[in-house]
Protein backbone atom coordinates (compact mmCIF):
# COMPACT_ATOMS: atom_id res chain seq x y z
CA UNK A 1 0.00 0.00 0.00
CA UNK A 2 1.27 3.82 -1.11
CA UNK A 3 0.93 6.93 0.93
CA UNK A 4 -1.10 7.99 -2.43
CA UNK A 5 -4.08 5.24 -1.63
CA UNK A 6 -4.15 6.73 2.03
CA UNK A 7 -6.26 9.51 2.94
CA UNK A 8 -4.96 10.75 6.39
CA UNK A 9 -7.13 11.23 9.33
CA UNK A 10 -7.70 13.85 12.13
CA UNK A 11 -5.71 12.29 15.30
CA UNK A 12 -5.77 15.83 16.51
CA UNK A 13 -6.71 14.30 20.06
CA UNK A 14 -4.10 11.64 20.26
CA UNK A 15 -0.51 11.60 21.83
CA UNK A 16 1.77 9.02 21.79
CA UNK A 17 3.48 6.24 19.51
CA UNK A 18 1.26 5.30 17.28
CA UNK A 19 1.11 9.08 16.63
CA UNK A 20 4.72 8.85 15.87
CA UNK A 21 4.25 6.13 13.92
CA UNK A 22 1.61 7.81 11.37
CA UNK A 23 2.90 10.78 11.10
CA UNK A 24 5.96 8.28 9.93
CA UNK A 25 4.02 7.13 7.41
CA UNK A 26 3.16 9.91 5.50
CA UNK A 27 6.34 11.25 5.33
CA UNK A 28 7.90 7.57 4.94
CA UNK A 29 5.24 5.74 3.81
CA UNK A 30 5.89 3.30 6.75
CA UNK A 31 4.35 2.72 10.24
CA UNK A 32 6.94 0.81 12.22
CA UNK A 33 9.83 1.92 10.37
CA UNK A 34 10.19 -1.16 8.55
CA UNK A 35 8.29 -2.35 5.24
CA UNK A 36 8.46 -5.95 5.89
CA UNK A 37 6.85 -5.75 9.18
CA UNK A 38 4.20 -2.87 7.34
CA UNK A 39 3.20 -5.85 5.47
CA UNK A 40 3.08 -8.23 8.43
CA UNK A 41 0.26 -6.15 10.17
CA UNK A 42 -1.10 -5.45 6.95
CA UNK A 43 -1.98 -9.39 5.80
CA UNK A 44 -2.46 -10.64 9.19
CA UNK A 45 -5.36 -9.01 11.30
CA UNK A 46 -4.76 -10.76 14.26
CA UNK A 47 -1.54 -9.09 14.25
CA UNK A 48 -2.78 -5.84 13.71
CA UNK A 49 -5.04 -6.73 16.54
CA UNK A 50 -2.23 -7.74 19.03
CA UNK A 51 -0.02 -4.88 18.35
CA UNK A 52 -2.42 -2.64 19.47
CA UNK A 53 -2.85 -4.80 22.74
CA UNK A 54 0.57 -4.78 23.21
CA UNK A 55 1.42 -0.31 22.39
CA UNK A 56 1.22 0.08 26.10
CA UNK A 57 4.05 1.10 28.31
CA UNK A 58 6.61 0.41 25.51
CA UNK A 59 7.52 1.86 22.58
CA UNK A 60 4.90 1.74 19.65
CA UNK A 61 7.11 0.27 16.51
CA UNK A 62 8.28 -2.40 18.74
CA UNK A 63 4.95 -3.23 20.18
CA UNK A 64 3.62 -3.55 16.73
CA UNK A 65 6.19 -6.00 16.04
CA UNK A 66 5.62 -8.03 18.90
CA UNK A 67 3.36 -10.21 16.90
CA UNK A 68 5.53 -11.42 13.87
CA UNK A 69 8.05 -12.23 16.77
CA UNK A 70 5.31 -14.43 18.42
CA UNK A 71 4.61 -15.48 15.62
CA UNK A 72 8.25 -16.20 14.53
CA UNK A 73 8.77 -18.35 17.58
CA UNK A 74 5.29 -20.35 17.72
CA UNK A 75 4.95 -21.24 14.33
CA UNK A 76 2.02 -19.73 13.52
CA UNK A 77 -0.25 -16.83 15.17
CA UNK A 78 -3.46 -19.19 15.22
CA UNK A 79 -5.90 -18.32 17.95
CA UNK A 80 -7.04 -20.83 18.28
CA UNK A 81 -4.26 -22.93 18.82
CA UNK A 82 -2.77 -19.83 21.53
CA UNK A 83 -6.04 -20.31 22.96
CA UNK A 84 -5.66 -24.11 23.88
CA UNK A 85 -1.51 -23.19 24.84
CA UNK A 86 -0.76 -23.59 28.65
CA UNK A 87 -0.84 -20.06 30.23
CA UNK A 88 2.66 -20.94 31.33
CA UNK A 89 4.05 -21.86 28.12
CA UNK A 90 2.97 -19.03 26.71
CA UNK A 91 4.70 -17.13 29.25
CA UNK A 92 7.81 -18.56 28.87
CA UNK A 93 7.65 -17.88 24.62
CA UNK A 94 6.68 -13.86 25.86
CA UNK A 95 9.76 -13.83 28.25
CA UNK A 96 12.49 -15.89 25.72
CA UNK A 97 15.42 -12.93 24.78
CA UNK A 98 14.57 -10.66 23.59
CA UNK A 99 11.10 -10.74 25.36
CA UNK A 100 8.28 -9.76 23.46
CA UNK A 101 6.69 -6.89 25.94
CA UNK A 102 8.61 -5.96 28.49
CA UNK A 103 5.47 -6.98 30.45
CA UNK A 104 6.08 -10.58 29.57
CA UNK A 105 3.41 -12.09 32.40
CA UNK A 106 0.40 -9.97 31.65
CA UNK A 107 0.97 -9.53 27.72
CA UNK A 108 0.92 -13.17 27.83
CA UNK A 109 -2.16 -13.33 29.79
CA UNK A 110 -3.93 -10.67 28.03
CA UNK A 111 -3.08 -12.55 24.44
CA UNK A 112 -4.33 -15.50 25.68
CA UNK A 113 -7.50 -14.27 26.50
CA UNK A 114 -7.56 -12.43 23.32
CA UNK A 115 -7.23 -15.68 21.42
CA UNK A 116 -9.83 -17.27 23.44
CA UNK A 117 -12.28 -14.50 22.69
CA UNK A 118 -11.45 -14.70 19.10
CA UNK A 119 -11.69 -17.96 18.85
CA UNK A 120 -15.11 -18.30 20.57
CA UNK A 121 -16.96 -15.24 18.51
CA UNK A 122 -15.18 -14.48 15.81
CA UNK A 123 -13.93 -17.43 14.25
CA UNK A 124 -10.42 -16.80 15.64
CA UNK A 125 -9.83 -13.71 13.00
CA UNK A 126 -9.77 -10.63 14.33
CA UNK A 127 -10.81 -9.21 10.95
CA UNK A 128 -14.64 -10.65 11.69
CA UNK A 129 -14.74 -7.93 14.08
CA UNK A 130 -14.82 -5.12 11.43
CA UNK A 131 -15.45 -7.15 8.32
CA UNK A 132 -19.16 -6.72 8.71
CA UNK A 133 -19.60 -3.39 10.79
CA UNK A 134 -21.59 -0.81 8.98
CA UNK A 135 -19.79 1.58 11.58
CA UNK A 136 -17.09 2.46 13.60
CA UNK A 137 -19.34 2.38 16.78
CA UNK A 138 -20.32 -0.97 16.14
CA UNK A 139 -16.35 -2.11 15.87
CA UNK A 140 -15.59 0.09 19.02
CA UNK A 141 -18.40 -2.17 21.30
CA UNK A 142 -16.54 -4.89 20.03
CA UNK A 143 -13.44 -3.74 20.49
CA UNK A 144 -14.46 -2.71 24.25
CA UNK A 145 -15.71 -6.70 24.82
CA UNK A 146 -11.85 -7.85 24.11
CA UNK A 147 -9.50 -8.17 27.61
CA UNK A 148 -6.97 -4.99 27.45
CA UNK A 149 -9.31 -2.91 25.25
CA UNK A 150 -10.57 0.13 27.17
CA UNK A 151 -12.11 3.22 25.84
CA UNK A 152 -8.97 4.85 24.51
CA UNK A 153 -7.25 1.36 23.20
CA UNK A 154 -10.88 0.89 21.30
CA UNK A 155 -10.94 4.51 19.75
CA UNK A 156 -7.06 3.59 18.35
CA UNK A 157 -8.45 1.01 16.41
CA UNK A 158 -10.12 3.43 13.95
CA UNK A 159 -6.60 4.14 13.11
CA UNK A 160 -4.84 1.08 13.35
CA UNK A 161 -7.55 -0.11 10.75
CA UNK A 162 -7.31 2.88 8.69
CA UNK A 163 -3.49 3.05 8.09
CA UNK A 164 -3.11 -0.59 8.12
CA UNK A 165 -5.43 -0.75 5.27
CA UNK A 166 -8.43 -2.70 7.02
CA UNK A 167 -11.36 -0.07 6.03
CA UNK A 168 -11.26 3.42 5.28
CA UNK A 169 -12.40 5.83 7.89
CA UNK A 170 -11.00 9.13 5.74
Do not use: C
Not at 53 to 81: I, K, N, S, V
Not at 122 to 138: L, M, R, S, V
Amino acid sequence: MSIAHVRPLDWGNLEGGLVRMMDRFLREGTMTGDLEADEYLRRNANAALLGLLYDQRMRAEPAFMGPQRLEERLGHLDMRRIAEMDLEDLRAVFAAKPAIHRFTNRMAEMTHQIARVLTEEYAGDAANIWKDAPDFETIRARALRLPGYGPQKADKLRFVLHYFGYRDFA
